[in-house]
């Protein structure tokens, strides 16, 4: 009686398996990093935000990425907006961009700031968080979900005229 002949042996499972492996760990540093690149107060206003989301939309579309904008960041948050079709590109005049400047470093120099989130989720649509935030704390949360392109002004700072 003849012995079966034993199959070679492959390596290619256990090189996919440390392949997916090392892909997760990287994933999670890269995630890291991103995080510990915050300022405390933008951490602590996303992390008021996720909670706020998770607690409304607990069974909705997940956050898959975002970026936070302080209140001084308020020209790039509008930029941002009119990028995604959610809002239309006003040119603003050198007045109003100075009133807006203005508005925003004035509310920074009293402790407070206006953070706004802008996520994607997972089903390609897109919400936005803004936490008020006075001296590093978060003080209240407003989730808005972005699901038609808006013509009204978007949610940072504007002068009161």
Same mark, same amino acid.
């Given at each position: 009686?003849?012995? *079966?002949?034993?199959?070679?042996?492959? $390596?290619? *499972?256990?090189?996919?398996?440390?392949?997916?492996?090392?892909?997760?760990?990287?994933?999670?540093?890269?995630?890291?990093?991103?995080?510990?690149?915050?300022?405390?107060?933008?951490?602590?206003?996303?992390?008021? #935000?996720?909670?706020?989301?998770?607690?409304?939309?607990?069974?909705? *579309?997940?956050?898959?990425?975002?970026?936070?904008?302080?209140?001084?960041? $308020? !020209?790039?948050?509008?930029?941002?907006?009119?990028?995604?079709?959610?809002?239309?590109? !006003?040119?603003?005049?050198?007045?109003?961009?100075? !009133?807006?400047?203005?508005?925003?470093?004035?509310?920074?120099?009293?402790?407070?700031?206006?953070?706004?989130?802008? $996520?994607?989720?997972?089903?390609?649509?897109?919400?936005? #968080?803004? !936490?008020?935030?006075?001296?590093?704390?978060?003080?209240?949360?407003?989730?808005?979900?972005?699901?038609?392109?808006?013509?009204?002004?978007?949610?940072? *700072?504007?002068?009161?005229?």
């Amino acid at each position: 009686m003849t012995e *079966p002949e034993e199959r070679p042996r492959t $390596w290619l *499972p256990l090189i996919i398996a440390g392949s997916i492996a090392a892909l997760v760990v990287v994933g999670a540093i890269v995630t890291h990093l991103v995080r510990t690149d915050l300022e405390p107060e933008k951490r602590a206003a996303v992390k008021a #935000c996720e909670a706020e989301y998770k607690e409304q939309n607990p069974d909705g *579309p997940a956050i898959i990425g975002g970026d936070i904008y302080s209140a001084i960041e $308020w !020209a790039d948050l509008d930029a941002t907006l009119v990028r995604l079709g959610y809002a239309e590109d !006003a040119e603003l005049t050198g007045e109003q961009q100075d !009133a807006r400047d203005h508005e925003a470093e004035s509310l920074v120099e009293t402790g407070g700031d206006l953070m706004t989130i802008v $996520w994607q989720l997972d089903d390609q649509s897109h919400t936005t #968080c803004v !936490a008020q935030v006075q001296d590093g704390t978060v003080t209240s949360t407003t989730i808005t979900d972005l699901v038609e392109p808006a013509t009204s002004p978007s949610p940072s *700072p504007s002068p009161s005229s």
